[in-house]
T-cell receptor, first 112, second 111 residues
Framework: DQQVKQNSPSLSVQEGRISILNCDYTNSMFDYFLWYKKYPAEGPTFLISISSIKDKNEDGRFTVFLNKSAKHLSLHIVPSQPGDSAVYFCAASAEGTYKYIFGTGTRLKVLA | NAGVTQTPKFQVLKTGQSMTLQCAQDMNHNSMYWYRQDPGMGLRLIYYSASEGTTDKGEVPNGYNVSRLNKREFSLRLESAAPSQTSVYFC??????????FGPGTRLLVL
């Protein structure tokens, strides 16, 4: 049973436009969420996080939104750049645990 | 600071052979993790160590063992490799629920 789902395996966006990557979760105990970016042949790199006490967190071009009632979070990238082309993973963790559950990833392609 | 380092970068094994994947971190993190990444499956947790001296199973522990050698080092052992263990293995570290930092990965091919 997949507790963290990224239902879109891939997404293509024009350079300069907004990219929206979605993530759904089923476990209501999850209270901390992370987004990672991964280039081929490299390890995942941390992008942005959000705690369940917030509904939005921004860092430069990246904004994460959390809708707890819908058990849904999304990552917005504005404006999208060709260098943003990568696989993006969301991950969720429950308080008091030391482990994260990762989604299956969304491959973003930003077209120049 | 090197962050999280992993050795080897790439390995080819025959079915039944054993090997140990090494991981070290220099960020003074308490927790360390081993994941595997397979196409369409995302990152799945194999084992983790919440703190020095403790280890726990993750989602896919079968066929693996781990050792938390000290605060810096966390190794993953395959006692008898199987083709199903062909994957990319990532080590990560963190302080508790905080952000996890990943190593560059080890590509393992089991023939």
């Amino acid at each position: 049973d997949q507790q963290v789902k990224q239902n879109s395996p891939s997404l293509s966006v024009q350079e300069g436009r907004i990219s929206i990557l979605n993530c759904d979760y089923t476990n209501s105990m999850f209270d901390y969420f992370l987004w990672y970016k991964k280039y081929p042949a490299e390890g995942p790199t941390f992008l942005i996080s959000i705690s369940s006490i917030k509904d939005k967190n921004e860092d430069g071009r990246f904004t994460v939104f959390l809708n707890k009632s819908a058990k849904h979070l999304s990552l917005h990238i504005v404006p999208s750049q060709p260098g943003d082309s990568a696989v993006y993973f969301c991950a969720a963790s429950a308080e008091g645990t030391y482990k994260y559950i990762f989604g299956t990833g969304t491959r973003l392609k930003v077209l120049a | 600071n090197a962050g999280v380092t992993q050795t080897p970068k790439f390995q080819v094994l025959k079915t039944g052979q054993s090997m140990t994947l090494q991981c070290a971190q220099d960020m003074n993190h308490n927790s360390m993790y081993w994941y595997r990444q397979d196409p369409g499956m995302g990152l799945r947790l194999i084992y983790y160590s919440a703190s020095e001296g403790t280890t726990d199973k993750g989602e896919v522990p079968n066929g693996y063992n781990v050792s938390r050698l000290n605060k810096r080092e966390f190794s993953l052992r395959l006692e008898s490799a199987a083709p199903s263990q062909t994957s990319v293995y990532f080590c990560a570290s963190s302080n508790g629920q905080e952000t996890q930092y990943f190593g560059p990965g080890t590509r393992l091919l089991v023939l």
